[in-house]
């Protein structure tokens, strides 16, 4: 039963570029959270998709979008990328009523120049 | 809005018990969970409550009250592979999760 998986597992970009990142989620779980941790804090709410939309969106600015896909998938999008965008971003999967427990990928490390 | 408390670091002897406390303050709660995290890596789901009340998991217990706002998670039998980050997570909303900004816990021999 694979867990949840994203891609790249580390990126390097510069000011101002656009970046995608990738998560597929657990087997059976048809709920993706996304996540932005940055160094020795805790991971800060972006937004949840369900059924291709989004659902629920933390305080990010615009310049955050994403994407589900039909096989709940999801894209993470950054535009205009920030010093500050430097950070660990985590997917998470779940069922859409499964409050109590959300799956972890490894995460993709992006380093902005 | 949310905030959480809980404390930055912690130190514990092997074999030894830990307590490490979280306050919150949130609207629209649902429940409270506990995620570690080991340095490079994802934070895996340990233990949550909805209700009042312990709850048992192994070496792992966790504890909420919602009269308070305070919740806690004790581990026993400490173990050198428990140092890690742990993070309390308020559950707002739809399947939502709010974090605090973590415990370090080291463990020594």
């Known amino acids: 039963d694979a867990g949840v998986t994203q891609s790249p597992t580390h990126l390097i970009k510069t000011r101002g570029q656009q970046v995608t990142l990738r998560c597929s989620p657990k087997?059976?779980?048809?709920?993706v959270s996304w996540y932005q941790q940055a160094l020795g804090q805790g991971p800060q709410f972006i937004f949840q998709y369900y059924e291709e939309e989004e659902r629920q969106r933390g305080n990010f600015p615009d310049r955050f979008s994403g994407h589900q896909f039909p096989n709940y998938s999801s894209e993470l999008n950054v535009n205009a990328l920030l010093l500050g965008d430097s950070a660990l971003y985590l997917c998470a999967s779940s069922f859409p009523t499964g409050r109590e427990t959300q799956y972890f990928g490894p995460g993709t490390r992006l380093l902005v120049l | 809005g949310q905030s959480l408390e809980q404390p930055s670091e912690v130190t514990a002897v092997e074999g030894a018990i830990v307590q490490i406390n979280c306050t919150y303050q949130t609207s629209g709660f649902y429940g409270l969970s506990w995620y570690q995290q080991h340095d490079g890596g994802a934070p895996t789901f340990l233990s949550y409550n909805g209700l009042d009340g312990l709850e048992e998991t192994g070496r792992f217990s966790s504890f909420l009250s919602r009269s308070d706002s305070y919740g806690y998670l004790l581990l026993q039998e400490l173990q050198m592979k428990d140092s890690a980050s742990y993070f309390c997570?308020?559950?707002?909303?739809?399947?939502?999760?709010?974090f605090g900004t973590g415990t370090r816990l080291t463990v020594i021999p």
């Open positions: 087997s059976g779980h048809d709920t």
């Open positions: 997570a308020v559950i707002t909303g739809a399947n939502n999760l709010f």
